[in-house]
């Protein structure tokens, strides 16, 4: 099994996809070992020397920051943090997810600006390595002081508190800790902060929700395809002569993708009876490449994200400074999770309306893209679904960024509200995953109709797909065909160089 070695190079988006679908093992580099260890004694020594109030070190925290803490009591000052913040509630995190929040927090604390035990964090690369994944609950952070409530849950384990989740059972991390032999973490002084604060949540939902979009955004230039030669629709709008006077890259990508997936197509080759098609298909260039923009933009910010110190105070050793700032303020991730639920809406969106115009009897196909109409129903109530469910993105789209709301008795007076964008995004992303599964199911049906054959690529594509969702010769179960055709979509492979 490959090893992942945190601490000597940047972590990027595609590294994280290979290292959690290859189930990649992580270590720390020795530079990585030396940074962590020699903070800790630097803020050890510091403590021994003085006697100064620093926050969140030998303070309270929060509101209660003017609280100063004796130093007999520092390690229970981080326990009781630990404990007192485990406030999270609502719907569990999915387990892909917490994995991914094991990894960027690792990766945070590997600078060694943290001040956490070099234990510590080789506690927390075992828990991924053995795939011992914490119960986190996604209500309960505010994306400001940190991702505070879902850290606080992700850290648990550490004490021997709080459930895992191992070989897809929850179990109470006190046996766990039992069967490997493992005793509880003594936090030190600033430990628990340095857990807790920090963007994790936020930016663990983030990363997946990036990894989910580009494979989306490449689905929806394929599905449109399909859609376009089951419509009948002309090609001439996917020249590229007429994207490079207006070159925007994702444009340009997506007018390229679909040339690609009809090169060699016989449906194109036939004579059009209409010279202009509606713009679900004519402008799906400047539709799903403004998506691709909005992906390009927001993964570059969460590439800054994953390589950075996001907890506080900040140790910094040499220039003999421990600093209070905000580095945990999700601000950058709220607004740039909002913008990605919009770019990924609107795929939703605009395969919502090709769906609605293949099963509208146009171009030669039989409305509802079924025989006998009136007697079966057909497509048409998959229509319904894709609608809702595109209307329902739009109402998650409402940006959590413009909102806040003062906690802490007015010390935390402005929020992100991140965690909110990043639980709204995931459920933005799944959705247009499932819209754009219903168009599949359409464009595949509707093509049947057609004398001629496609494209290689789409044929190939086609018969993939029938031997997963066959034919609608008559009215059947739809529901099963249209999660079948999600799992179509989540088993595609398709590579990164394509996306």
């Not at 505010?142 to 989740?165: F, I, M, N, Q």
């Not at 005793?183 to 430990?191: D, F, H, P, R, Y």
């Not at 945990?328 to 990605?340: E, I, K, R, T």
């Not at 109409?373 to 109402?395: D, E, R, V, W």
Request: one cysteine or more; a negative charge; hydrophobic letters at 40%.
């Amino acid at each position: 099994m490959s090893i992942y070695k945190l601490g000597e190079q940047m972590l990027s988006i595609s590294v994280i996809a290979e290292i959690i679908d290859e189930e990649r093992q992580l270590t720390l580099g020795e530079k990585a070992k030396k940074k962590i260890q020699d903070c800790r004694d630097y803020l050890d020594k510091k403590m021994e020397q003085s006697d100064a109030p620093i926050y969140g070190i030998n303070t309270g925290f929060g509101s209660l920051c003017n609280h100063k803490i004796s130093n007999e009591y520092l390690g229970k000052l981080q326990k009781n943090l630990l404990l007192s913040h485990s406030c999270g509630t609502g719907d569990k995190v999915p387990v892909d997810v917490v994995k991914i929040m094991l990894l960027l927090k690792v990766q945070s604390l590997s600078y060694g600006h943290s001040g956490v035990q070099l234990k510590t964090v080789l506690r927390l690369i075992e828990m991924f390595n053995k795939n011992i994944l914490p119960v986190v609950f996604q209500q309960g952070s505010l994306g400001a002081s940190g991702d505070l409530a879902p850290l606080a849950h992700l850290a648990l384990p550490l004490l021997g508190e709080g459930k895992v989740v191992v070989k897809g059972k929850e179990v109470e991390s006190k046996s766990i800790m039992k069967e490997n032999d493992w005793g509880v973490i003594t936090l030190q002084s600033k430990e628990g902060l340095a857990l807790l604060n920090g963007t994790q949540f936020m930016g663990a939902y983030g990363v997946w929700s990036l990894l989910k979009s580009q494979k989306l955004s490449y689905m929806a230039d394929m599905i449109g395809a399909i859609s376009l030669e089951a419509f009948d629709a002309r090609n001439e709008c996917f020249d590229e002569l007429i994207h490079l006077v207006r070159p925007h890259k994702g444009q340009l990508k997506t007018a390229e993708n679909i040339r690609a997936f009809l090169a060699g197509s016989e449906i194109q080759e036939g004579e059009k009876e209409h010279v202009q098609d509606p713009y679900s298909f004519r402008c799906m260039p400047q539709v799903h490449g403004a998506s691709k923009g909005v992906i390009s933009h927001v993964k570059d910010v969460f590439t800054t994200e994953i390589n950075s110190v996001t907890d506080n105070p900040t140790v910094f050793i040499n220039e003999d400074k421990v600093i209070s700032g905000g580095n945990f303020h999700g601000q950058p991730l709220a607004m740039a999770m909002d913008y990605l639920a919009i770019g990924m809406s609107e795929l939703g969106s605009i395969s919502e309306r090709r769906t609605y115009q293949l099963i509208s009897g146009l171009r030669g196909l039989p409305v509802f893209l079924v025989a006998d109409p009136g007697l079966n129903s057909g497509m048409m109530i998959p229509q319904y679904t894709a609608a809702s469910i595109a209307s329902q993105n739009k109402q998650l789209c409402t940006p959590a960024s413009i909102d806040s709301i003062v906690s802490s008795n007015g010390q935390e007076d402005h929020v992100s509200m991140g965690a909110n964008a990043a639980t709204k995004l995931f459920r933005v992303i799944e959705n247009t995953e499932r819209i754009l599964a219903i168009e599949l199911l359409n464009a595949t049906q509707g093509i049947t109709f057609r004398n001629a054959k496609s494209s290689k690529f789409i044929e190939g594509i086609l018969d993939a797909y029938r031997a997963e969702v066959p034919f609608l010769a008559e009215d059947r179960l739809l529901h099963k065909d249209i999660e079948n055709s999600i799992l179509f979509l989540q088993n595609l492979a398709i590579d990164e160089e394509l996306m």
